[in-house]
C-alpha cells in the first residue's frame, strides 16, 4: 500500500493513480477536437482516408471530399457531366460512406464541379 491507503502496482484491486476513473481516449479527443474546432477537419480527413474504399477508383478518380459541416459533406467534381451523375447516385454513395463509417457518416452529400479559374466553383446542391 501507498501512502494515501491505496494499492499500489496493477493487480485486479489496482485503482489508477490520483482517483481518477480511466476514459476512454476516443470521447477525450472527440471532446478536445470539437473545442479547437477542428472536429469537422478531422472528419472530413476520416473521409477522405476511406472514400475510395467507399465509393469506388472510378468515382475516386473524378470526385474528393473537400469539407465537412455538421454532417454535410461537400466533395468537388471535376466535370459537370460527373456532378449530374453523381446527383444520381447520391443516395447509393451516402449508403456506401454509412456502411464504411457506421455513426460517423455524412447524411447529406453537395458536390460541386471544379472550375478551370482558381478560386471559383459551381453548386451541384443539398439533397
Not at 479547437?36 to 475516386?60: F, K, M, N
Not at 467534381?77 to 454513395?93: E, F, I, K, T, Y
Not at 460512406?97 to 479559374?117: K, M, Q
Amino acid at each position: 500500500m501507498n501512502r494515501g491507503g491505496r494499492r499500489s502496482g496493477g493487480g485486479p484491486g489496482a485503482r489508477p493513480a490520483f482517483g481518477h476513473r480511466p476514459r476512454e481516449l476516443r470521447g477525450v479527443l472527440s471532446r478536445v477536437l470539437t473545442e479547437l474546432g477542428l472536429d469537422e477537419a478531422t472528419g472530413v480527413v476520416r473521409i477522405a482516408q476511406s472514400w475510395e474504399r467507399a465509393v469506388g477508383p472510378v468515382v475516386a478518380a473524378h470526385c474528393q471530399p473537400v469539407r465537412l459541416r455538421g454532417a454535410v459533406l461537400e466533395a468537388r467534381v471535376d466535370s459537370s457531366a460527373w456532378c449530374q451523375q453523381l446527383m444520381l447516385q447520391r443516395p447509393a454513395l451516402l449508403e456506401a460512406l454509412r456502411r464504411e463509417l457506421g455513426e460517423e457518416a455524412p447524411t447529406e452529400l453537395r458536390l460541386y464541379v471544379r472550375s478551370g479559374r482558381a478560386g471559383t466553383e459551381s453548386g451541384g446542391g443539398g439533397r
